[in-house]
């Protein structure tokens, strides 16, 4: 596609829900990244992935995040046992890494979660 | 993680000013710098990089500084105008990893 998409835009979900999230990056980039971003605040990286390397993990808050990105493509974020302080935009970016550079972040819009 | 740290939370400027939004980073190691602007509801967008050997990179209306001896990062917007309205973000990235700062808010006043 031309521009890294994200599904769903908005979600509601209860207490004690799991949820996922997609997130489509742009045709051949290899390096796809899971922020966090609650209202008024900056990025929080959760999660990293590059072309066949193990995701690096180090930024989920805890063991209820989980995320995998499948042909090395579309990647989904799971959250288990949602708790209203999940509640935030979680956004999706991929990257093309090339030749040992990180080139720009492009970022998809958003999901939006809300958790009653 | 590092922390990358805005000078100033907030920054109002006339039509047609200048504006100059600061940003500190902590990791000498970072090598790759970039400036985000996000409007509300959207994610963010890019707008001009710079890479540790350079000191200076200008785009079509701003112009990114860099000084790698006090660790510091600016954006300088010319003849601000209102759709330039929105949360600025800096990243800064040593390797694979992007850490970004809390933002500035710009508002622009017609």
């Known amino acids: 596609g031309a521009g890294v998409s994200q599904s769903p835009s908005n979600k509601v979900t209860e207490k004690g829900k799991d949820v996922e999230l997609r997130c489509d990056p742009i045709?051949?980039?290899?390096?796809l990244y899971w922020y966090r971003q609650s209202l008024g605040q900056g990025l929080e990286f959760l999660i990293y992935f590059q072309g066949n390397s193990a995701p690096d993990k180090s930024g989920l808050p805890s063991d209820r995040f989980s995320a995998e990105r499948t042909g090395g493509s579309v990647s989904t974020l799971t959250i288990q046992r949602t708790q209203q302080e999940d509640s935030a935009v979680y956004l999706c970016a991929s990257s093309l890494f090339a030749g040992g550079d990180t080139g720009e972040l492009f970022f998809g819009e958003g999901s939006r979660l809300t958790v009653l | 993680g590092e922390s990358v740290g805005l000078h100033l939370p907030t920054l109002s400027v006339q039509e047609g000013d200048n504006s100059i939004i600061n940003c500190a980073y902590s990791?000498?190691?970072?090598?790759?710098f970039i400036w985000y602007k996000q409007e509300s509801g959207k994610g963010p967008q890019f707008i001009i990089d710079?890479?540790?050997?350079?000191d200076k990179r200008q785009g079509q209306r701003v112009t990114v500084l860099l000084n790698k001896t006090v660790k510091h990062l600016s954006l300088q917007i010319a003849a601000t105008q209102p759709g330039d309205s929105a949360v600025y973000f800096c990243?800064?990235?040593?390797?694979?990893?992007?850490?970004f700062g809390t933002g500035t808010s710009l508002t622009v006043i017609p």
């Open positions: 990791n000498s190691a970072s090598d790759y």
């Open positions: 710079i890479r540790s050997n350079m």
């Open positions: 990243a800064e990235s040593a390797g694979n990893q992007f850490y």
């Open positions: 045709s051949g980039h290899t390096a």
